[in-house]
Each structure stands twice: as C-alpha cells, then as structure tokens.
C-alpha cells in the first residue's frame, strides 16, 4: 500500500503491529512509544520529512485515550501532576515544532539532536538503576496490588509551591514550579523531535524528582496527549506557509499506527501494576539509550 504523503509503501498490517510492540512497553513506564516509532518511521519506512514528526503527533491522539482511561479508572491519576505538565509543555510545543522546520529539516542534523537528548536521558537512568539503595535494602519485586496497600493516589496538596501526594503509604513530593520550567524546556524538544514530550519528562519525574514510576505515567501520558494535539494543530496552520516542505501529518499512516496504539497502550496500562518499578526503568532505559545509539552511528556514518 503506498502513501501518498509520505511517499511510503508498506503493508497496512506493518503500522499498527508494529505500535501495538512498542506501546504495550513503554506505555507502563508513561510513554506512548511515539519515540521509538520515528526511528522505525524514519530508518526502516525512509520517511524523513518533516511531516513525520507530526504524523508521530497524531499516533499519539488517537493511541494515549485508550492507556490515560485505564490509569484513571484504577485511581493512579495524579491531575495536579498532570495540570502543571501540560501547562509547561504546551507552548513549548510550538517553539520544538518552529525549530523542527525552521533549523532542523535535515534528517541527518536532526538525527544527532535526537541523539544527544535521549542518551543523556538513558544515561542518567541506568545510572540511578546501578546505584544501590542509601538503606542498603534491595529493590522491591512485584508490587502488591491489595487494596490494604493503598494502590491508589491521593492529593495532598496543590499550591503554586508543591504537589503533594500518597502512594503506597509513603508521601511523595515534587515542586510545582520546578515541574513547570522543566515541562516547559520538555515541551520544546518534545516538540522538536514530534513526540510530544512524554519519553523524556517520564524518565526525569523518576530520575530527578525521586517519584515512583506507578503513579507518574497517568500523568505523563496526558500531558502527551494535550501537547500533541496542539503540535499536530500547529504543524497543519504552518504548512502553507513552507509549501516547499512537507509537513502536515500523513493522517492514513498516523491513524494505523494510532490503531494498534490504542490496543497496546491499554493493556500495558492494565498489566503496569503487575510489574516491578526497577524492570520498567531498565525497559525505559535501555530502549532510549539504544535508541540514541542507533541515531549516533547513523549521523557519523
């Protein structure tokens, strides 16, 4: 089948086969897999266009509902969290997508950026993952998922100071200004490499602000799919005015892909609580460190 905006020809069974892999995955760590299928996009399909970083966009729009409704419906939602993502990433967005276009149409350019942002981002996890713990304890296995345990999240607080909240009978906290600057700069390389965001704040709410990766992911997802609708709104009004380019979604593509999304993003979210926090952050660590391998060597070749 051959796609006239991308100028891809592949199965239609390839697409959503392929998202439903990858979101099954990362979709327990708060990642849609929007990251992992623009290499595949990219490398293996050949769409290098611009565009390809809004059809990425779109999967998101049509996949993440499906995981974001399994996460509220089990109470793990952290909406203060959540508000205060997509406040920071949104307009960040918009200034990742100019950049996009504007500095970065060069897909070999644009692959060392990619690059560059993931391997830190990978690095810093396994670098935590190899750490042991300050109490000499050993990471905890498989998270017991009895109501006594209290397998919910409860607000505590929501100032302009902090979010404050309950998981698992220990208190967790995290400054709200800070979340908001960080999804801010989040937002812009998001935007840039047309992923919405959510594979790299993921990694630093757990990396840097220390919260556990059971309750941000609800949070994360959401966040992605606010910014990727405006990205995806964004990168349609600017397309007249790069006519040269091609930058609109490939929509046939986007929603094939967002098809097998929606079924592997609400069964990772479904089956998230079953598996320990220390296999996710391995999951998410090396699939972005490998990620940014991949994209280095392809640079320098």
Same mark, same amino acid.
């Given at each position: 089948?051959?796609?006239?905006? %991308?100028?891809?020809?592949?199965?239609?069974?390839?697409?959503?086969?392929?998202?439903?892999?990858?979101?099954?995955?990362?979709?327990?760590?708060?990642?849609?897999?929007?990251?992992?299928?623009?290499?595949?996009?990219?490398?293996?399909?050949?769409?290098?266009?611009?565009?390809?970083?809004? =059809?990425?966009?779109?999967?998101?729009?049509?996949?993440?509902?499906?995981?974001?409704?399994?996460?509220?419906?089990?109470?793990?939602?952290?909406?203060?969290? =959540?508000?205060?993502?997509?406040?920071?990433?949104?307009?960040?967005?918009?200034?990742?997508?100019?950049?996009?276009?504007?500095?970065?149409?060069?897909?070999?350019?644009?692959?060392?950026?990619?690059?560059?942002?993931?391997?830190?981002?990978?690095?810093?996890?396994?670098?935590?993952?190899?750490?042991?713990?300050? @109490?000499?304890?050993?990471?905890?296995?498989?998270?017991?998922? %009895?109501?006594?345990?209290?397998?919910?999240?409860?607000?505590?607080?929501?100032?302009?100071?902090?979010?404050?909240?309950?998981?698992?009978?220990?208190?967790?906290?995290?400054?709200?200004?800070?979340?908001?600057?960080?999804?801010?700069?989040?937002?812009?390389?998001?935007?840039?490499?047309?992923?919405?965001?959510?594979?790299?704040?993921?990694?630093?709410?757990?990396?840097?602000?220390?919260?556990?990766?059971?309750?941000?992911?609800?949070?994360?997802?959401?966040?992605?799919?606010?910014?990727?609708?405006?990205?995806?709104?964004?990168?349609?009004?600017?397309?007249?005015?790069?006519?040269?380019?091609?930058?609109?979604? @490939?929509? =046939?593509?986007?929603?094939?892909?967002?098809?097998?999304?929606?079924?592997?993003?609400?069964?990772?979210?479904?089956?998230?609580?079953?598996?320990?926090? %220390?296999?996710?952050?391995?999951?998410?660590?090396?699939?972005?460190?490998?990620?940014?391998?991949?994209?280095?060597?392809?640079?320098?070749?």
């Amino acid at each position: 089948m051959l796609f006239p905006v %991308s100028g891809v020809e592949v199965s239609p069974l390839v697409p959503p086969l392929v998202a439903f892999g990858i979101s099954f995955f990362t979709s327990m760590g708060g990642i849609s897999g929007a990251f992992l299928l623009l290499p595949f996009q990219m490398s293996v399909l050949g769409y290098t266009h611009p565009s390809v970083s809004a =059809t990425n966009q779109f999967f998101n729009v049509v996949a993440i509902p499906s995981g974001v409704y399994r996460y509220i419906r089990e109470k793990r939602m952290v909406w203060p969290l =959540t508000v205060v993502v997509a406040a920071g990433t949104l307009p960040g967005v918009f200034l990742g997508a100019l950049i996009r276009i504007v500095w970065l149409p060069e897909p070999r350019f644009f692959k060392l950026f990619a690059a560059a942002v993931l391997l830190y981002i990978g690095g810093r996890l396994i670098r935590d993952l190899l750490k042991k713990p300050a @109490d000499g304890k050993e990471p905890r296995g498989i998270v017991n998922t %009895s109501p006594k345990t209290g397998f919910i999240v409860e607000v505590k607080e929501f100032s302009l100071k902090n979010i404050l909240y309950t998981f698992q009978g220990e208190t967790h906290r995290a400054p709200t200004m800070g979340i908001f600057l960080l999804s801010f700069i989040v937002g812009i390389v998001g935007g840039t490499y047309g992923i919405g965001g959510g594979a790299i704040i993921a990694p630093f709410f757990v990396s840097f602000f220390r919260l556990p990766v059971h309750t941000v992911s609800g949070a994360t997802l959401m966040g992605t799919f606010l910014t990727s609708i405006a990205g995806v709104l964004f990168y349609m009004l600017i397309a007249p005015f790069f006519p040269e380019q091609s930058v609109a979604p @490939d929509w =046939t593509l986007g929603l094939l892909f967002g098809l097998g999304g929606i079924a592997g993003m609400y069964l990772g979210a479904r089956c998230q609580k079953f598996v320990p926090a %220390s296999a996710i952050k391995w999951m998410l660590g090396l699939a972005i460190t490998g990620t940014a391998g991949k994209y280095a060597l392809e640079y320098f070749r």
